[in-house]
């Protein structure tokens, strides 16, 4: 073998491994956009002792970041914020069943910045023209808030007024920039941004909002390193974090 061609086989070996190394060093984690903060924190809290690892996070809709991970997106750990989700992915073969867990609860809440605005039977007033949640097709926020005022009996009546968000920090954000006159979110996002709930969805009308981790992966064995942030996002240091943000343990 000559010199040159040696030295390009090294060259070709060194390009590999550090190909290998490189994926070896990221993980993909796509989750819901209520989590943003929560899953950002865990994900600082995870690299603080795997300190050569990259976490990618990837926050949408829980409908769109299903729909990625169906077209192939490189996603190896997905939190969803409806179980109905990750039941899609374990259908198609993309979760197995024993790689998911519930991950976190939630609360539904009504919040406004209107002082005539004090409960859901409110939102049937003329005086309120626009009310905002998340569109149900994709968002579980806005498919929890359709199945409440549904179950309210209210639906109907106000059907009109809904303004639908792409996920519920769109919700927040129409709220905030005064371009509807309510908006229903989850308690912790109300949390997030000072807004004090009007109504708190309680009682058996009230919709039960579960999160859900899961590898992605089915009939390939997920990676050592997500499988261990999927299980430290069921640890004891996560768990306080979820319930600092507001979050109710699962």
């Known amino acids: 073998m000559s010199r040159g ?31 943003r903060e929560v899953m950002t924190a865990a994900a600082l809290s995870f690299k603080e002792t795997h300190p050569s690892l990259s976490v990618q996070l990837n926050f949408a809709s829980s409908g769109a970041l299903r729909q990625q991970i ?32 519930i991950f976190a609860r939630n609360e539904l809440v009504l919040v406004t910045t209107k002082e005539d605005i004090r409960s859901l039977e409110d939102l049937e007033d003329d005086a309120v023209t626009r ?8 968002v579980p926020a806005g498919k929890y808030s359709l199945q409440w005022l549904e179950a309210e009996g209210l639906w109907e009546r106000i059907q009109e007024k809904a303004v639908l968000g792409g996920d519920v920090r769109q919700v927040l954000s129409y709220l905030e920039r005064g371009e509807v006159d309510a908006g229903i979110v989850y308690a912790t996002d109300a949390k997030l941004v000072g807004l004090e709930p009007v109504w708190i969805a309680s009682g058996p009308n009230a919709p039960a909002v579960e999160y859900e981790a899961a590898l992605v992966g089915g009939s390939r ?27 109710i343990a699962p």
Not at 92 to 101: E, M, Y
Not at 221 to 247: H, K, N, T, V
């Open 5 to 35: 061609l040696a030295f390009l086989l090294v060259l070709v070996g060194a390009a590999c491994s550090f190909n290998e190394s490189s994926e070896r060093d990221e993980l993909v984690v796509s989750a819901a956009a209520s989590l």
């Open 70 to 101: 169906e077209l192939g997106s490189p996603a190896e750990v997905f939190v969803s914020a409806s179980t109905e989700h990750v039941d899609r992915l374990v259908e198609s073969g993309l979760v197995a069943s024993a790689d998911r867990r």
């Open 131 to 138: 009310v905002a949640i998340g569109d149900p097709r994709s």
């Open 221 to 247: 064995e997920p990676r050592a390193i997500a499988r261990q942030f999927f299980d430290y996002l069921g640890s004891d240091e996560a768990i306080r974090e979820l319930e600092a943000a507001g979050f």
